[in-house]
């Protein structure tokens, strides 16, 4: 059965890069996308124009194959349209945005385009005899070679680096990649402290973790960009592929939220109310 939609408060419809529209979440409430007014949704059944019958980018199907909770609706206009429970859709997008994009062109395309992940990375410096600048190198040159860049190298020196020196060694080193060092004066902080400190002031959805060295496989960012936004997966942390903590990624949101690394490691935090939520 559908039920009427009008006047219900308070639900969060989506947030997209392309098309910002958040309303805001009241305290114990779940996330849910409303398809309606969406520029993709399908409105195609012969015997009832007004009943969606799916989605021009295909994320109908996905989410039920992913097993996701629907919701049917119908509004003052007999429109009748799918809630999506705990569910986020990236392609959500409106007709005033449609309308705002050339001419001719593949509007699945650009909502892709704006989907691409964005995220920074940190390139943390250990404590060495000598300034290590061809590994803090190794690790920069990999990344600018990347499908898909990184918005911005956070570079965690606990080396002591005099700062004035590392800004004129890095210079137009980064590939149109911005960058900020974080000059970690706590001579006695572990690995987990110093990267609570440099993921202060991160800003993307995911932070990625190399130390200095370590070449990035030019593909890392493009294939989680795949994994998210064409195969739909989810995750909140991937656990590092050795004890340097490489390829170490998380959810920058969650770290905040978790206080980082403060008490115990984020991973086993996160294991915990894993458990406690199975």
């Known amino acids: 059965m559908f039920e009427d939609n009008e006047e219900k408060e308070g639900r969060i419809q989506l947030y997209s890069r392309g098309n910002k529209t958040m309303s805001m979440i009241q ?3 779940k996330i849910e996308t409303v398809c309606r007014n969406c520029v993709f949704v399908a409105y195609e059944d012969m015997d009832d124009p007004q009943l969606q019958t799916g989605c021009q980018a295909g994320m109908i199907d996905i989410y039920r194959k992913q097993g996701a909770t629907f919701k049917e609706y119908v509004d003052s206009y007999e429109k009748k349209f799918y809630g999506i429970v705990d569910r986020i859709c990236p392609y959500w997008r409106t007709k005033e945005w449609a309308e705002k994009q050339p001419e001719n062109e593949d509007l699945l395309l650009i909502a892709r385009d704006e989907m691409t992940l964005r995220m920074e990375v940190v390139i943390y410096i250990p404590p060495s005899r000598e300034v290590p600048f061809v590994d803090i190198g190794i690790t920069v040159d990999s990344l600018a070679r990347g499908k898909i860049k990184p918005t911005k190298l956070i570079f965690c020196d606990h080396h002591n680096i005099q700062p004035a020196r590392f800004r004129k060694w890095i210079t137009g080193r980064c590939a149109k990649m911005g960058w900020r060092a974080e000059h970690i004066r706590e001579s006695d902080a572990d690995f987990l402290r110093c990267l609570d400190l440099c993921m202060k002031r991160a800003r993307e959805r995911y932070v990625g973790v190399f130390t200095a060295g370590f070449y990035v496989p030019e593909d890392y960012i493009s294939s989680l960009d795949v994994a998210l936004h064409d195969r739909f997966e989810r995750f909140i942390y991937l656990e ?7 390829g170490m990624t998380v959810q920058n949101v969650l770290h905040q939220f978790n206080r980082g690394n403060r008490e115990s ?11 406690e939520q199975s």
């Open 240 to 246: 590092p592929v050795d004890e340097l903590n490489n």
């Open 265 to 275: 490691p984020l991973i086993e935090k996160l294991r915990q109310k894993t458990l």
């Open 27 to 29: 305290p114990n409430e």
